[in-house]
């Protein structure tokens, strides 16, 4: 497999910080002022390399893979994601895998696990303890988050059985067997699981300093006894590493993909919304949703108040935050010195509902095809420019009709929207790119967020319970639902809301659509549809008709082995369909 011929090289190049070995070193023998594994192996530091580098195969929270739904396309004609939707996606050129990253992380994760007995981070003894503790829960839990995103890439039918990865929970060396079967998506599900919930033992909640020994979580207590020993190891020091949020976070993650109908296997919609439970109960209930969760991407005053590692209300796990204008760069239109890369659809405009919340195609809407943004859900605005928006450090007003300058539709070649549309969701608009007078800002990258998890779980609690059941919480779908909607500005009476509470169906199209809405731009839209088992093939249609048609097989529901891996290993079947 592609890990196999390369790990080596990954294992010797990737741990950070640390000059270990030249790219061979750990096949052929090491040449003066390096270092080979087993001398790495008697190394504390290096041998914590190994969980570094875990993290840093992490998968990007913005994968722009909207550009390959129905919700977005590109005004780059060599964009990976637009050549996929028209009919590139192959098993040999596939954008959205995770084979070899995932497959590395968990090659280090289960190096870590072989050689982190004896090892010696730090010279007290608890300290130094509750270190290895910490750490052997954080290799747990990235072994179980990877496997996620394998399952959620690659996992599909083969030969009509519904089969997940390859499961390897011991370090492979050049005399290892690579050659074999896919476990069933059952097993890989459990695996997974079980992964977690170790890690949930072993990590406490979240990573904060305690200020009296009486503050130390109780599963601690028996291996500290002062606090601040505790807070060396346990403490805001860790912020930002997996904790047990996270691990929760990704178990409602884990579930509700097996729960779906492309999967059903594995998890119930019932095991699916108690996880997410877990989560939402942990925020406060339904009285937790963060009131500024809609721009999170844009709170200045949350992002200026983090300090030692904090998260702002509406984050649960972010990457460092930076100050640049990177996404603004790409994303502005170019009247703001932008390439106007990510270009909304008219679906996803259309997708947003009146401000009194019935959709726009109800004829008692009130919506109005001459104003067609007058009146509309707070969140068009906020997420989407528009003709007529105002957008950028001027507040300037861009016009992205045809002919209307360089803001038009396909004014200005790899620059000016193809759909009348450009992206605002993600996007500062203090920063400034212009050129002589740049400004960047501070920007923060979630790797999940609390509004995520609200989501999933009134998706699963409507498919459990039905639209006001709640087994044993104490909130429903429908209360999710509302409190969404009243925080992005919807009218409280909210009609259409009514109206979904009595009918399982309809309340299950307005989950997906405020999924739909609460999560644009954020690299969902591709992945729903497909655990949906839905119609991937919509037409991307923009101001003036159709601009990209969709070219998927039905068999792409779910995604491809690389097509290098299962040439080289005859025990590796691929999904069906895929060559």
Excluded at 268 to 273: I, K
Excluded at 364 to 385: C, F, K, Q, T, V
Excluded at 477 to 504: M, N, S, T
């Amino acid at each position: 497999m592609i890990f196999k011929k390369n790990i080596y090289k990954l294992l010797a190049l990737g741990i950070m910080g640390l000059p270990l070995f030249a790219c061979d070193d750990l096949v052929d023998p090491a040449i003066e002022n390096t270092k080979d594994l087993e001398q790495v192996k008697t190394e504390s530091a290096s041998v914590h390399g190994f969980l570094v580098d875990a993290y840093t195969s992490l998968p990007s929270y913005y994968d722009n893979s909207e550009l390959a739904t129905d919700d977005a396309v590109c005004n780059d004609y060599n964009n990976n994601f637009l050549k996929m939707a028209t009919g590139s996606w192959s098993s040999e050129d596939d954008p959205m895998s995770r084979w070899a990253g995932s497959y590395a992380a968990i090659q280090y994760v289960n190096l870590f696990l072989e050689n982190m007995e004896g090892q010696r981070y730090v010279k007290n003894d608890d300290v130094n303890a509750l270190l290895k503790r910490r750490y052997e829960g954080e290799a747990y839990a990235l072994r179980g988050i990877h496997l996620y995103y394998l399952l959620r890439a690659h996992a599909g039918k083969s030969g009509g059985s519904l089969l997940g990865v390859q499961l390897f929970d011991k370090y492979l060396d050049v005399n290892s067997n690579f050659d074999v079967t896919r476990s069933s998506f059952l097993d890989c599900v459990q695996k997974a699981l079980s992964d977690l919930d170790r890690a949930a033992e072993l990590l406490p909640m979240t990573y904060n300093d305690c200020t009296a020994n009486e503050e130390i979580p109780e599963k601690f207590q028996s291996m500290v006894n002062d606090f601040n020993l505790y807070n060396r190891a346990m403490g805001n020091v860790a912020r930002q590493l997996v904790d047990g949020l996270i691990v929760d976070t990704y178990r409602s993650k884990l579930t509700l993909l097996a729960a779906s109908p492309a999967f059903n296997e594995g998890a119930t919609w019932e095991d699916a919304a108690n996880a997410a439970a877990k989560v939402i109960d942990f925020a406060g209930g339904i009285g937790g949703l963060a009131p500024n969760g809609v721009t999170y991407y844009a709170d200045a005053a949350a992002f200026d108040a983090i300090k030692e590692g904090s998260n702002p209300q509406e984050i649960i796990w972010r990457e460092n935050y930076a100050n640049n204008r990177s996404q603004e760069s790409d994303n502005f239109p170019p009247t703001l010195n932008g390439n106007g890369r990510i270009n909304p659809t008219q679906n996803l405009v259309d997708a947003f509902p009146m401000l009194n919340g019935l959709p726009i195609s109800d004829p008692n809407s009130g919506y109005d095809p001459a104003n067609p943004y007058d009146n509309r859900d707070p969140r068009l605005e906020l997420y989407i420019i528009h003709d007529g928006s105002k957008a950028g450090v001027s507040n300037s007003v861009i016009n992205t009709k045809r002919d209307a300058g360089d803001d038009g539709i396909d004014a200005i070649p790899n620059r000016s929207t193809r759909t009348g549309y450009y992206m605002k969701k993600r996007l500062r608009m203090d920063v400034n790119c212009t050129a002589g007078s740049e400004s960047d800002q501070r920007h923060i990258t979630p790797r999940a967020r609390f509004t995520e998890i609200f989501l999933n779980y009134a998706e699963a609690a409507n498919e459990a319970w039905g639209p006001k059941g709640s087994g044993s919480h104490s909130y429903s779908a429908y209360d999710v639902i509302k409190a969404i909607r009243q925080r992005a500005g919807i009218d409280a009476a909210d009609p259409y809301l009514e109206q979904c509470a009595g009918d399982q169906n309809k309340m299950r199209e307005l989950i997906r659509n405020e999924r739909r809405l609460e999560l644009c731009f954020e690299s969902f839209r591709f992945w729903d549809l497909r655990r949906w088992n839905v119609n991937l093939n919509e037409t991307a249609r923009g101001m003036e008709g159709d601009v990209e048609v969709r070219d998927y097989k039905d068999y792409m529901i779910y995604g491809p082995v690389p097509y290098s891996e299962t040439m080289k290993f005859g025990n590796l079947k691929q999904n069906d369909g895929w060559q």
